[in-house]
């Protein structure tokens, strides 16, 4: 746990440092802020209905905000993402479908014409337990920080627009927190059993990009890559996401969200003879497509 308070008091004392030298840095005009806010529901019902059916409510939230900072020769970015989604199918309860939780800041300090020193902060985590459902039984998959991802980093971001940024850093720390007893007494997301805490040291590449692809169509795009320097450094992880967003009117959106999870120390449940039920745990990819239709405000 050292290692996390390092971390957490090195973004501290770099932001400290930021508004040391710069005494302009509450001057408002040199700030970008925004956010968006989101509101998904959808409900089926049948009733005699031929061609057959499952009655459903769907329930699901987000948000996303950020502040940048850019005057001279420094810049500071901070985005905050916030998903959470709930299922309820026939006579059963709600079901979680969706949660995410992820905090990134970056500063960042004019080299040259496109390229800056920088240091960067990922946080990823969710809200609630999950859980695999199998007949009438459930098993705690994950929670609250289990998994929880603490990422810091120190290299070079290249910044050719506005909307286009990559980022290499040859000096990352990785953490991976499972702050649950029944997920980190059987060794989940890596870390040894019986802990709570797993450390990594590597390198990180990290790409994002935000376009309007046609008028009223914007895609929303972020990849992060890491490799273990000290375990493994060929199995790379893999983080990606992808927004597109149709804008109807003013409030109303239609969103397709993607997201696409690899990482070699997490074992994903697999159904190897395709009967419909989870028989092993494996290594493998995790895909998330999520198709809203909602309203959607933005500040």
Known sequence: MKLIYTYLLTIISVS????????????????????TFGLQFTQSS????????????????????????????????NILDINYGLIQRADEDFRKNDDRFEFNSAYGYKASKNWYYSTSLNFRSQFAAGYLFKEDARTKISNLLAPGYLTLSLGMDYKPTKNLSVAISP????????????????????????????????????AAWKTNVVKNVEL?????????????????????????????????????????????????????????EIDREGRGIQFKEVLALGITYKI
């Open 16 to 35: 400290n440092l930021f508004a040391q030298t710069d005494s302009t840095a509450t001057d408002t005009s040199y700030w970008d802020k925004g956010a």
């Open 46 to 77: 049948f009733y005699q209905w031929t061609a057959g059916g499952e009655n459903a409510i769907t329930i699901a939230g987000l948000h996303k905000s950020y502040a940048k900072y850019k005057k001279g020769k420094v810049s500071w970015e």
């Open 171 to 206: 000096l990352a720390g990785k953490v991976t927190l499972v702050i649950d007893e029944d997920l980190n007494s059987i060794g989940s997301f890596g870390v040894d059993s019986g802990s709570v805490v797993r450390y990594e040291f590597g390198g990180l590449l990290r």
């Open 220 to 276: 929303d795009t972020k990849i992060q890559l890491f490799s273990n320097y000290i375990e493994d450094p060929q199995n790379i992880d893999v983080n990606w996401d992808a927004l597109v967003t149709f804008k109807v009117n003013k409030f109303l959106n239609f969103n397709i969200l993607a997201v696409l999870i690899y990482d070699h120390d997490i074992l994903v449940p697999k159904d190897t003879n395709g009967d419909g």
